[in-house]
């Protein structure tokens, strides 16, 4: 069974610092992963996904993601977050079966 | 992107009533539906996966006969909590898909409250 790890549960940054979370996945076959986003108050948006080519995935407002399948991770980064960057980020997983398995999730508090 | 909408947002029950919440695709064909409940501070749980015209698949641990899961159309999916109970409070989130490859969007989720 497919299943999704985020080892960080609320990361505190400055504004200007660089982001990166931690996103880990299991699952034996081919995968579709993805990065979704909940601002507060808000329902959730895709952010940026990988199905297959460029292991660098680019989203948007300047987000992106690397998929390193020897260590079946797909860390979000981003090298200067903003305060309007405070939210919950959300990995997911994809497998076979179509069903998408989400993570635990990662509050993200900006200082201004 | 595309529209998905679900209805109501919020809705407040007493114990042992039913409640169905809604969830259309504005401008699109959804081939799939999702169906997830969402805890307080916590991630979004898989609850079911319905296709149009067919049975939903539910997750382990989801009882079927109490989240009754129906897809009768390509625009609307129709989850109802029935003889909902206060640990049936949560937060209900559908998506849907057109299919396979396709992105997935979101509704604005169903905040439920049993008394």
Same mark, same amino acid.
């Given at each position: 069974?497919?299943?999704?790890?985020?080892?960080?549960?609320?990361?505190?940054?400055?504004?200007?610092?660089?982001?990166?979370?931690?996103?880990?996945?299991?699952?034996?076959?081919?995968?579709?992963? =993805?990065?979704? +986003?909940?601002?507060?108050?808000?329902?959730?948006?895709?952010?940026?996904?990988? =199905?297959?080519?460029?292991?660098?995935?680019?989203?948007?407002?300047?987000?992106?993601?690397?998929?390193?399948?020897?260590?079946?991770? =797909?860390?979000?980064?981003?090298?200067? +977050?903003?305060?309007?960057?405070?939210?919950?980020? =959300?990995?997911?997983?994809?497998?076979?079966?179509?069903?998408?398995?989400?993570?635990?999730?990662?509050?993200?508090?900006?200082?201004? | 992107?595309?529209?998905?909408?679900?209805?109501?947002?919020?809705?407040?029950?007493?114990?042992?009533?039913?409640?169905?919440?809604?969830?259309?695709?504005?401008?699109?064909?959804?081939?799939?539906?999702?169906?997830?409940?969402?805890?307080?501070?916590?991630?979004?749980?898989?609850?079911?996966?319905?296709?149009?015209?067919?049975?939903?698949?539910?997750?382990?641990?989801?009882?079927?006969?109490?989240?009754?899961?129906?897809?009768?159309?390509?625009?609307?999916?129709?989850?109802?909590?029935?003889?909902?109970?206060?640990?049936?409070?949560?937060?209900?989130?559908?998506?849907?898909?057109?299919?396979?490859?396709?992105?997935?969007?979101?509704?604005?989720?169903?905040?439920?409250?049993?008394?």
């Amino acid at each position: 069974a497919q299943s999704v790890s985020q080892h960080n549960h609320h990361v505190i940054l400055s504004e200007a610092a660089s982001l990166e979370l931690g996103c880990n996945y299991s699952y034996g076959g081919t995968v579709n992963l =993805f990065w979704y +986003v909940q601002y507060p108050g808000q329902h959730l948006q895709l952010l940026l996904k990988y =199905f297959s080519g460029d292991p660098l995935v680019k989203g948007i407002k300047g987000f992106e993601a690397e998929f390193i399948k020897s260590k079946f991770s =797909f860390n979000l980064r981003k090298p200067s +977050v903003q305060w309007s960057d405070t939210a919950e980020y =959300f990995c997911a997983v994809k497998g076979s079966a179509s069903k998408i398995i989400f993570g635990s999730g990662t509050r993200l508090s900006i200082r201004p | 992107g595309a529209v998905v909408s679900q209805h109501p947002s919020r809705v407040i029950c007493k114990s042992g009533t039913s409640v169905k919440i809604e969830c259309r695709s504005l401008d699109f064909q959804a081939t799939t539906m999702f169906w997830y409940r969402q805890f307080p501070k916590q991630s979004l749980m898989l609850m079911a996966t319905s296709n149009e015209g067919s049975k939903a698949t539910y997750e382990q641990g989801v009882e079927k006969d109490k989240f009754l899961i129906n897809h009768a159309s390509l625009t609307l999916s129709t989850l109802t909590v029935t003889s909902a109970h206060p640990e049936d409070s949560s937060f209900y989130i559908c998506s849907a898909t057109q299919g396979a490859g396709a992105e997935l969007f979101f509704g604005e989720g169903s905040r439920l409250t049993v008394l």
